[in-house]
């Protein structure tokens, strides 16, 4: 991993994150990742990780009040549009990632809840799945590299936080 992508992947444990470093042409993590999903991992944890094998990294879902919605199989903004309208958000809502086959979108929000991953099968012709992980699940994020060669982008230029 370039110093480069090391430094957009440090914004997200600056902000609050645990980030774990993923598997080379995997979207798996690097390492055991699951005492992160009670506690918040401090620099030295961050830092220890083997960064330079990595290809990307990943956010664990639950800790530290960080959630996603996985929108799997959709290539039509148009119902990323629609579902951010629903949830009251702007089409420009900044923390709308392009994944290697769909979408996420990234909440700041409540630490507790009974939710840990819920898997809805779309009705939407534009859409095969919806997963909402609120816990005990990690995502990848920017700049990480898709197993299909295409990169993790932000839509939009990301904010200080994503939406409580």
Same mark, same amino acid.
């Given at each position: 991993?370039?110093n480069?992508?090391?430094?957009l992947i ?5 902000? =609050?994150?645990?980030?774990?470093? $993923?598997? %080379?042409g995997?979207k ?12 918040r991992?401090?620099e ?12 990307g990294?990943?956010v664990?879902? =639950?800790?530290?009040?960080?959630h ?6 959709? %290539?039509?903004k ?9 949830l ?9 990632v392009?994944?290697? =086959?769909?979408?996420h ?18 009705? %939407?012709p534009r859409?095969?799945?919806i997963? $909402?992980?609120?816990? =005990?699940?990690y ?7 898709h ?7 932000? $839509? ?9």
């Amino acid at each position: 991993m370039n110093n480069s992508s090391f430094d957009l992947i440090r914004k997200w444990y600056d902000v =609050g994150a645990n980030v774990v470093p $993923l598997k %080379d042409g995997t979207k798996r993590p690097i390492g055991n990742w699951k005492q992160w999903q009670s506690r918040r991992q401090n620099e030295e944890e961050f830092l220890a990780f083997p960064w330079e094998e990595a290809t990307g990294a990943a956010v664990i879902n =639950g800790p530290c009040r960080w959630h996603s919605i996985d929108i799997d199989e959709c %290539d039509d903004k148009s119902f990323v549009d629609e579902l951010l309208d629903q949830l009251d958000l702007s089409p420009q809502y900044q923390w709308v990632v392009r994944s290697g =086959g769909g979408f996420h979108i990234w909440f700041h929000g409540a630490e507790q809840s009974d939710l840990t991953v819920e898997k809805f099968n779309s009705t %939407d012709p534009r859409c095969k799945q919806i997963e $909402l992980r609120w816990a =005990g699940s990690y995502t990848a994020i920017p700049p990480s590299m898709h197993p299909s060669g295409d990169h993790y982008t932000f $839509l939009n230029e990301p904010g200080p936080r994503p939406a409580e």
